[in-house]
């Protein structure tokens, strides 16, 4: 398995540009997290789908932070307009439900998105 | 205050030690308890697991949950060069066991 894919791997962008970050699960797996890791706040839940619904979005910080997912195999989390206080590590991580192999509580994360808003 | 407490470290050790974490919280309600491990420019990667109070081991790993304490611990045995990560504590309450809260994580050196 290729595990959970990010893309892309780094971005670099100016202040108020829109930055999308993609995210591809484990195939087969029910749930999708978003996290954002900083130094400062350390690995913070933003958002989670279950079956591509959204289940929690308390954690995404303003309207600028938007996610989607439109399918079992794909999400998106945009930013727009951004800003220099988005410069983070952005994580998706994948997980499958009770039933599966595994504890329902493993989440298999992603190699994560580094973003520099200058 | 944060739910979930964790000393950032760092944590240095001579290989071959035993490499003791810990993490302190406040919600009553986490009734899953995990232990992430976080190399350099990677995502985090899971440990251990444990579900409700009790020990758990898995080769040189031990994982303790006290739940009247509100206190969880790993040990890690004989460390390795190759242990030299940084440890996140999370967990999660059993209505939304989704939903991780993470500890700052310590950042563990263990030297050859």
């Known amino acids: 398995d290729a595990g959970v894919i990010q893309s892309p791997r780094h971005e670099v962008t100016e202040m108020g540009q829109e930055v999308t970050l993609r995210c591809k699960p484990i195939?087969?797996?029910?749930?999708l997290f978003w996290y954002r890791q900083t130094m400062m706040r350390g690995l913070e839940l933003l958002i989670y789908?279950?079956?591509?619904?959204?289940?929690?979005d308390s954690g995404m910080p303003e309207d600028r932070f938007s996610a989607k997912m439109p399918n079992a195999s794909f999400s998106t989390l945009k930013i727009q307009p951004s800003e220099p206080r988005d410069s983070a590590v952005y994580f998706c991580?994948?997980?499958?439900?009770?039933?599966?192999?595994?504890?329902?509580?493993?989440?298999?994360f992603g190699p994560g998105t580094r973003l520099l808003v200058l | 205050q944060k739910e979930v407490e964790q000393d950032p470290g760092p944590l240095s050790v001579p290989e071959g030690a035993i490499v003791s974490l810990n993490c302190t919280y406040s919600?009553?309600?986490?009734?899953?308890f995990m232990w992430y491990r976080q190399y350099s420019r990677k995502g985090p990667e899971l440990l251990m697991y444990?579900?409700?109070?009790g020990n758990k081991e898995d080769g040189r790993f031990t994982a303790q949950v006290d739940k009247s304490s509100k206190y969880i611990s790993l040990f890690i045995r004989d460390s390795q060069p190759s242990d030299s990560a940084t440890y996140l504590c999370?967990?999660?309450?059993?209505?939304?066991?989704?939903?991780?809260?993470f500890g700052a994580g310590t950042q563990v050196v263990v030297t050859p």
């Open positions: 919600n009553s309600a986490f009734q899953y």
């Open positions: 991580a994948s997980s499958l439900s009770f039933g599966g192999h595994a504890p329902p509580v493993t989440q298999y």
């Open positions: 789908f279950n079956n591509n619904v959204p289940i929690d």
């Open positions: 999370a967990m999660s309450a059993g209505a939304s066991w989704g939903k991780l809260q």
């Open positions: 444990t579900y409700s109070s």
């Open positions: 195939s087969g797996h029910d749930y």
